[in-house]
């Protein structure tokens, strides 16, 4: 991870990477706070062990205080260790909620994710980094849902599935799936079909 120039280096799809450089800043300066720099965050991550030792740590923080103006490399720091913290946390939650099978179950795993979110980041950061991939998952969870209930006529599980599409950004729509075909019957009572 740190090259003979003591910079921390990740490899992006086999291009070296200094670690500063993985985080934008804005037009006008400041570190931009998005779901790139949740990738970033990702990057750095899966770079250093689960058991990062205290001298990575400090290589780390070294690289991106030497890379970032002093505030930003400072945010940048903290959002890492925050990340990190979130990251231990689900890797104990998510087993404990399972796969929702119902839409209240959805529901319930959703807050419990945002409970854990806020834990770790303020609103404004939690909603740049997680918002537009959590309303993805809820309306994709949904979906299936819609897909599987049998009360719904195929008309009106298209009519609620494009309304769901609707609310996700024209690339993004193809997250929810077309109205699935009704399962066939087990017991085919036309005689004229064998």
């Not at 790139?36 to 923080?61: C, N």
């Not at 945010?75 to 929702?100: C, N, S, T």
């Not at 740049?128 to 991939?133: P, R």
Request: charged share 30%.
């Amino acid at each position: 991870m740190a090259n003979d120039k003591g910079l921390v280096e990740i490899d992006m799809l086999g291009t070296k990477l200094d670690a500063a450089r993985l985080f934008d800043l804005g037009f006008a300066g400041g570190l931009t706070i998005d779901r790139d720099t949740r990738a970033a965050l990702e990057a750095l991550s899966t770079a250093l062990p689960d058991q990062a030792s205290e001298v990575d740590m400090q290589k780390l923080e070294s690289a991106l205080r030497r890379g970032l103006p002093p505030e930003d490399a400072e945010k940048a720091i903290k959002l890492f260790h925050d990340y990190r913290g979130y990251q231990a946390d689900m890797k104990l939650e998510l087993p404990a909620l399972g796969v929702p099978e119902s839409q209240e179950a959805s529901d319930a795993y959703f807050d419990r994710v945002a409970q854990v979110q806020r834990k770790h980041f303020d609103d404004v950061t939690a909603k740049a980094l997680f918002g537009q991939d959590i309303q993805n998952a809820r309306l994709g969870s949904l979906a299936s849902f819609i897909n599987r209930d049998s009360g719904l006529s195929p008309a009106q599980r298209k009519e609620q599935l494009d309304a769901l599409r609707a609310l996700l950004p024209a690339d993004q729509r193809g997250l929810i799936p077309d109205v699935e075909a009704a399962p066939p019957s087990i017991i085919d009572t036309d005689p004229v079909k064998r």
